[in-house]
């Protein structure tokens, strides 16, 4: 086969090579979907459209089980269409789109090769129905005659069947997303993106093809690293988005020069991720419609805790869950938190010992603070690659011996920053009894005076 004969080529899986080709055959279908007669057609077709063609690229790639992801969106749009939009189709469409995906990655590891599977436009598809159930929920909380809505994606609407589909399948999404809502998905079916003459927006094209040709140096990038450094390599004994820009549905407003935007699906921020220094910076610029999913239906619903940490932590399990069964995920993830609360940790730690001045505030001088940026650029990609090496290998017999040979050095200077950050917070802390000696001595002087 051809597809086989170019992943032997290239050294990757006939499941990547099928993958790349379905992605490129978007670029081909939203020009397509720019020609005037199919611009201009009405939202039904359109949807009949996406509903077919998506499904034809799910079925190149995984077969009959497509089917899949069919039942899925079947069965989420019966539970609303019996149940409405309340808080337990909210809470039902989460749990079982998760329970399904969980099943799924169990059947994959107990019964086929791990790889590119069917469960990869299901993981898509947990997001995206349950955002829809969430959304639509919302909708119905706000009063009628009250245009303010809870969600900027709150949904007053029941989604039709068609539509369901069309937003599940839009070829642009299926695969390996990004995620959008079903509210931006009928605005752009409903033209609401479109030129002012009801013509596809031109000037999509271009941002769309920068995000293409960035994609493409990326790949070529990844792809020669691969093949001098690939992932084997830890385990040896010497180490141990462009297709919806053109289509239109990435509209976003327009900037202060009057232009219009084209990021609102935008999944990762090339120049925030190359040039950040803080592990906020990488966060917010890797995976950014995911991780906003996990904001607003998650994270933000766990604010009855009032525990900001639990919150963080219990959205990050999640997030592992969602990627798989593996341990390497959950380690990853974890990593990810310990991470960050350890920069916040440091962050705390060097400001006070500035403002007690047991240091000296060196970011105040010139070439220090430029060290002070290399150093912190350094350390930040140390420790992602640190916590990626598990998300790489996955299997606990692959990744732990790994960390175990440099003896743990990233959980390490976490807990150490993390511990020095605390013991500093309480020793520097007034003591309750020297508390009371100055609130005494105050209270002598005011009646002195």
Same mark, same amino acid.
């Given at each position: ?92 469409? *989460? ?5 399904? %995906?969980?099943?799924? +990655?169990?059947?994959?590891?107990? =019964?086929? $090769?791990?790889? !590119? ?104 990038? *990844? ?5 001098? %450094?690939?992932?084997? +390599?830890?385990?040896?004994?010497? =180490?141990? $988005?462009?297709? !919806? ?205």
């Amino acid at each position: 086969m051809f597809e086989s004969s170019v992943a032997t080529t290239l050294g990757s899986s006939e499941g990547a090579i099928k993958l790349l080709i379905s992605i490129f055959t978007g670029y081909l279908l939203a020009f397509l979907h720019r020609v005037p007669i199919l611009y201009k057609a009405p939202p039904t077709l359109k949807h009949v459209m996406f509903t077919v063609e998506g499904l034809a690229l799910c079925y190149y790639n995984f077969g009959v089980d497509s089917i899949h992801v069919w039942l899925n969106v079947t069965f989420i749009y019966l539970v609303l269409l019996i149940f409405g939009g309340n808080k337990f189709t909210a809470v039902f469409t *989460f749990v079982f789109n998760t329970a399904y %995906l969980v099943m799924g +990655y169990y059947y994959q590891i107990a =019964f086929q $090769e791990f790889g !590119i599977s069917w469960t990869m436009p299901l993981c898509v598809l947990t997001l995206r129905l349950t955002g829809v159930a969430f959304d639509f929920y919302d909708g119905q909380k706000t009063p009628k005659g009250d245009k303010k809505q809870e969600s900027d994606a709150a949904l007053t609407k029941r989604p039709g069947y068609l539509e369901m589909l069309g937003h599940t399948f839009f070829f642009g999404g299926i695969l390996v997303g990004p995620q959008f809502s079903m509210r931006r998905y009928l605005a752009f079916v409903n033209g609401e993106y479109a030129d002012e003459d009801s013509l596809a927006p031109k000037d999509s094209i271009v941002p769309g093809f920068r995000r293409l040709l960035l994609g493409i140096v990326y790949i070529a990038i *990844f792809q020669l690293c691969a093949l001098v %450094l690939p992932n084997t +390599y830890m385990v040896s004994e010497h =180490f141990r $988005e462009g297709a !919806i820009i053109i289509t239109g549905m990435s509209y976003n407003g327009r900037d202060e020069h009057g232009n219009r935007r084209w990021d609102a699906c935008t999944n990762i921020k090339v120049w925030q991720l190359e040039t950040g220094e803080t592990f906020s910076d990488f966060i917010q610029s890797f995976n950014v419609n995911t991780n906003q999913w996990m904001l607003r239906y998650v994270h933000r619903r766990l604010r009855f805790l009032g525990n900001k940490m639990l919150s963080q932590a219990i959205t990050l399990f999640y997030l592992a869950l969602w990627h798989g069964l593996q341990s390497g995920y959950y380690m990853c993830f974890f990593l990810e938190l310990l991470e960050t609360k350890a920069e916040l940790e440091f962050k705390s730690l060097l400001k006070g010992l500035i403002a007690s001045g047991l240091l000296p505030d060196v970011e105040s001088w010139g070439w220090a603070s430029l060290l002070g940026r290399v150093v912190r650029k350094l350390t930040l990609l140390f420790l992602w690659s640190y916590a990626l090496v598990a998300f790489a290998l996955l299997d606990f017999d692959k990744w732990f011996p790994i960390y175990s040979s440099v003896f743990f050095i990233g959980h390490v200077m976490c807990a150490v920053a993390i511990a020095a950050s605390l013991a500093f917070r309480a020793i520097s802390r007034p003591s309750p009894k020297a508390n009371g000696v100055h609130v005494e001595k105050k209270a002598e002087c005011k009646r002195t005076e």
